[in-house]
């Protein structure tokens, strides 16, 4: 027996539904949803999204509030004791190490944390020693960026309702450089610019003469976790490179969400 289909027989379809179904759960409002909702979300019959519903409240995965829904307190129990990246950073440290080889210059992916923020959780770099020569890329794991001045961070606001961005983002935006967005008008004109163009870009304004390039990863319920990152000096890499990298970029993308929440077995 191959490996694919020994893959296919181990995978259980009923526990990848389920997990569709707590994943969708925790991107409705906090009031939760009813099984009709969640079923029609996730392309699930009423009756199956019903059953596996039923059979993770009975084991405190979701609570049920009067008709609707909701994440449920051993979820959140469990998610405590959880090592918050120590797997994730395993299953993308391949596809940041390719495109580190690929452009030879450095990648990251910050993932989303519970406080509308990034956190640096994987890395990755090409032979050109770029630390040595940017201080804002030094390896530091763990590591958070201001949101209105690196591309990552744009990525992440232009993805939050425009209220939500203006609770999170200070009285007054600090300038790293000359060229730093300051103006919260300009900024917000910037993240619709990001929104439709589907990724963020800094030039210059986190630190002179760095370029970086950030594309979002979503899960199959399309709600952001994670922003992959390219980072780079301007002298080596100019913006006539742009659309091939953001073309490299959402593909990688592409296909750390396929490997961290499809429901086809890996290969």
């Given amino acids: 027996m191959s490996e694919s289909s020994e893959s296919t027989e181990l995978l259980n379809k009923s526990v990848v539904k389920a997990a569709r179904l707590l994943r969708e759960l925790a991107v409705q409002p906090s009031t939760g949803a009813t099984a009709s909702t969640l079923a029609k979300a996730v392309k699930l019959s009423r009756p199956t999204a019903f059953r596996l519903l039923y059979s993770l409240e009975r084991v405190g995965m979701v609570d049920r509030v009067n008709n609707n829904y909701v994440l449920g307190w051993e979820l959140a129990r469990l998610g405590q004791q959880a090592a918050s990246y120590a797997g994730l950073t395993t299953r993308v440290q391949p596809y940041l190490d390719e495109l580190a080889e690929e452009f030879n210059e450095s990648v990251t992916l910050s993932a989303v944390n519970s406080s509308d923020g990034l956190d640096l959780v994987a890395e990755a770099s090409g032979s050109h020693v770029v630390g040595a020569t940017s201080a804002a890329l030094e390896r530091q794991v763990g ?7 690196s591309s990552s961070g744009k990525v992440l606001l232009a993805d939050l309702p425009i209220e939500r961005v203006k609770r999170l983002l200070p009285a007054e935006l600090e300038a790293f450089t000359e060229h730093t967005i300051t103006d919260k008008d300009a900024l917000f004109r910037e993240l619709a610019h990001v929104r ?7 030039d210059n304004e986190l630190e002179e003469g760095l370029i970086a390039l950030s594309c979002p990863v979503r899960d199959s319920a399309g709600a952001l976790v994670a922003v992959l990152n390219l980072n780079a000096p301007r002298y080596r890499f100019g913006r006539d490179r742009i659309p091939q990298a953001v073309n490299r970029l959402q593909a990688a993308a592409a296909r750390i969400a396929g490997v961290l929440w499809s429901d086809e077995p890996e290969r």
Avoid: D, K
């Avoid at 439709?196 to 800094?202: A, D, N, T």
């Fill in 196 to 202: 439709e163009q589907g990724y963020g870009l800094i």
């Fill in 143 to 149: 590591r958070q960026y201001p949101l209105h001045a």
